[in-house]
Nanobody, 128 residues
């Protein structure tokens, strides 16, 4: 599966952005999907993850974004989203989407090493 992230930009603190991750080559229905971010000089960190089995959805959020960010998908568009509200300067980073097909249900791992497929980063800059 190939992943293409987009939607980053410059926003003031308190503002919102929606990131998209368009998948091609395979349907994302059978994949666990995640968003990660990496700020300059820091390690890549987990932001949010999602997977589904029929109508059952399993999600996982980093404590730092819980209540502000929402991960979701659009099956028809084979696209993953990250709605980011109440943005803070600490949210400034390159954001990456990732996918993996081997992780057993219902795990949504936070370790980036468990994901096989990655999109390129999209830069989010939050000004104070």
């Amino acid at each position: 599966v190939q992943l293409q992230a987009s939607g980053g930009g410059l926003v003031q603190a308190g503002g919102s952005l929606r990131l998209s991750c368009a998948a091609s080559g395979r349907t994302i229905n059978n994949y666990v999907m995640g968003w990660f971010r990496q700020a300059p000089g820091k390690e890549r960190e987990f932001v949010a993850g999602i997977r589904w089995r029929g109508d059952i959805i399993s999600t996982n959020y980093a404590d730092s974004v819980k209540g502000r960010f929402t991960i979701s998908r659009d099956n028809a568009k084979n696209t993953l989203y990250l709605q980011m509200n109440s943005l803070k300067p600490d949210d400034t980073a390159d954001y990456y989407c990732a996918a993996d097909a081997r992780i057993p249900w219902p795990r949504v791992p936070r370790d980036p090493g468990e994901y096989d497929y990655w999109g390129q980063g999209t830069l989010v800059t939050v000004s104070s």
